[in-house]
């Protein structure tokens, strides 16, 4: 027995030796400054190395409570152009990869709302194949009690908002309102709020459907679009009082409001509240035109506008404010890991732009591992709702044969 335990005694001290250095290096690693980060971001000349495993995803970051664990039930309430498009697909990728379920709209390709311009119903969605769902993602209109009859056990609610007044210019251009409605000369949007609803009601009537094949009917795209999807009611749209006390709710309501001219921050505040990689939030931006709109900058028309959808100007004043609030709490490190992210998310664009065929390696930092990307990723980051949802409903039919 002497002789076995002496046999295995060196072994053993051998072994402690071994685990002491490696956690010194993981040590040192892990403690490089942020200068050190900046130009390791490059594509593999190599095979493609294996990315470590990190139990949680957040259990190895520093800024995190080692508890923190990932967060994968999500609503996601979508508002017209906001950029919300991009961040749907960026959702549908991350259910995709792990697998979970999605609430799908019952139609076909073309069926890409769920109950939008009105709250989700059961006819609006496809049965469940799993114990319960994950992830909302398509267009519905935020209503409380509806989606916890799709949610009962909970799940986090986010949304994105725009300054109002450029979410106005987008969508006027996008659907063509000045057109539409038959507004002549150079400046139609000053035009558009010297008789707002008189041209609101040319716009949302039947007779125009035929030119706005996007939009159902009686729904206004110029007048409080945001506040609408996240479920305000008409009757209150002038009413401060009740604005605020809605506002009082969606905080209450949702994890996070992501304001798109801070959409970085909102980015990387929403990955330390889901408890999500730092590759989980890279997106593919949606190339906006300069519009051929004068006096984008004039006060007049900017003044009128606030007055004819006051609701959405409220909304993002103060989830705006919110934001800030929130994001001056999370440490001295936050803009510093904004600033690493933005360099990744700008690399990464470059690498899926380029015709390079190797992989991509974004090195370890204190707010991710290292990891690797492929042309495949590339393929993903790029896909719309539309593609996405193909591959879901595709995968259901196989899954559940006629069922829609």
């Given amino acids: ?33 942020t200068r050190e980060w900046k130009n390791d971001l490059q594509p593999t000349r190599g095979a493609l190395r294996t990315v470590p495993d990190c139990p949680g995803y957040c259990a190895c970051l520093r800024y995190k409570d080692p508890g923190c664990t990932e967060k994968i039930n999500l609503v996601f309430i979508r508002t017209d152009r906001t950029g919300s498009a991009a961040l749907a697909s960026m959702f549908h990728r991350f259910g995709h990869e792990r697998k979970l379920e999605f609430v799908l709209p019952r139609g076909g390709e073309d069926d890409l709302c769920l109950g939008w311009p009105g709250p989700v119903q059961l006819k609006h969605y496809r049965p469940r194949h799993t114990h319960h769902f994950n992830l909302l993602v398509e267009r519905t209109v935020y209503d409380k009690r509806a989606l916890h009859g799709v949610f009962p056990h909970g799940a986090s609610y986010v949304t994105v908002l725009r300054e109002p007044w450029a979410q106005f210019k987008s969508a006027f251009h996008h659907y063509r309102v000045g057109t539409v409605v038959g507004i002549q000369g150079d400046d139609p949007i000053a ?11 040319v716009f949302t009537s039947p007779a125009a459907g035929s030119q706005r094949p996007e939009v159902p009917d009686g729904v206004s795209v110029t007048r409080n679009p945001m506040a609408q999807d996240l479920g305000l009611s008409e009757r209150s749209w002038y009413n401060v009082t009740a604005i605020k006390q809605h506002i009082k709710t969606l905080e209450e309501d949702f994890l996070l409001v992501m304001i798109t001219e801070h959409l970085q921050e909102s980015l ?65 490190d936050f803009h510093m890991e904004v600033d690493h992210y933005t360099r990744v998310l700008r690399s990464v664009l470059e690498y899926c732009q380029s015709d390079q065929k190797t992989y991509m390696v974004v090195a370890a930092s204190p707010w991710n591992q290292e990891f690797v990307l492929s042309r495949d990723f590339c393929r993903r980051v790029r896909m719309n709702t539309q593609q996405y949802l193909n591959v879901f409903k595709t995968s259901y039919q196989n899954l559940w044969p006629g069922t829609q």
């Fill in 1 to 33: 027995m002497a002789a076995v335990q002496v046999k295995y005694r060196p072994v053993g001290v051998l072994a402690v030796l071994i685990l002491l250095s490696t956690l010194v290096v993981i040590s040192l690693k892990s403690n490089r400054k």
């Fill in 191 to 201: 035009e558009f709020l010297q008789r707002a609803q008189l041209y609101d009601d």
């Fill in 268 to 332: 990387v505040l929403l990955k330390r509240l889901m408890c999500w990689r730092l590759q989980d939030i890279l997106y593919w931006p949606h190339q906006y035109t300069d519009y051929p709109l004068r006096l984008d900058n004039n006060s007049d028309s900017q003044h009128k506008h606030r007055e004819w959808s006051l609701a959405d100007h409220m909304l993002y004043e103060h989830f705006n404010k919110t934001l800030q609030h929130k994001i001056s709490k999370q440490g001295e």
